[in-house]
């Protein structure tokens, strides 16, 4: 089992619908949990980081970490083309090692 | 946000040369620094973790003595590609760990550097 996993996608949705982007882990006791951003040929961009159970709010981006079903999922409203991107979901469990997911390619259809 | 910045961007060399990219955290200190590569249309591979003042560990496959990483302050880290083959071609990125209160820790990742090699 992979410590970090995504649906690969590709996930379309039109422009102005809600995209959701779900990941699951398998260390229980993982503290740590972020959502990257990357564009074709360009590197990871941090976009959100959540700790605690419940939702986080910044802009059009929500992330939600369910610590009890091990799933942190990311909501993007609003969805524009400019969202059109892979976005890596990543985790950091108490040893202090960081795992990534393989991405969600997402597209926003004008 | 934290910035990390790579150099140079972009490389084209020759068969056997060698070459070294240069990881910087700029505006922060790292004890841990990471590099990655990347495939066209595949995943990030951990190739190895950096930490300031000892030797990298390196990720199962990843040959040590092919792929030279030096960690020689909080804010920079080098990987040098030793006699580089085409096959080496690839987009290399680093990412500078961010250490926060309470166990925040978070990477940054630099722009990436991407190798051809002829």
């Known amino acids: 089992q992979k410590e970090v996993e995504q649906n690969s996608g590709p996930l379309s949705v039109p422009e102005g619908a809600i995209a959701s982007l779900n990941c699951t882990y398998s260390?229980?006791?993982?503290?740590?949990f972020f959502w990257y951003r990357q564009y074709s040929g360009k590197s990871p961009e941090l976009i959100m980081s959540i700790y605690s159970n419940g939702d986080k709010e910044d802009g059009r981006f929500t992330a939600q970490l369910n610590k009890a079903s091990q799933y942190v999922s990311l909501l993007i409203r609003d969805s524009q083309p400019s969202d059109s991107a892979t976005y890596l979901c990543a985790v950091k469990n108490t040893g202090n090692q960081f795992y990534f997911g393989t991405g969600t390619s997402l597209t926003v259809i004008p | 946000g934290a910035v990390v910045s790579q150099h140079p961007s972009r490389v084209i060399c020759k068969s056997g040369t060698s070459v070294k990219i240069e990881c910087r955290s700029l505006d922060f200190q790292a004890t841990t620094m990471f590099w990655y590569r990347q495939f066209p249309k595949q995943s990030l591979m951990l190739m190895a973790t950096?930490?300031?003042?000892?030797?990298?560990?390196?990720e199962q496959g990843v040959e040590k003595d092919k792929f030279l990483i030096n960690h020689a302050s909080l804010t920079l880290s080098t990987l040098t590609v030793t006699s580089a083959h085409p096959e080496d071609s690839s987009f290399y990125i680093c990412s500078a760990k961010s250490s926060g209160a309470q166990g925040t820790d978070t990477q940054y990742f630099g722009p990436g550097t991407r190798l051809t090699v002829l």
């Open positions: 260390d229980r006791v993982s503290q740590s």
């Open positions: 950096s930490n300031e003042g000892s030797k990298a560990t390196y």
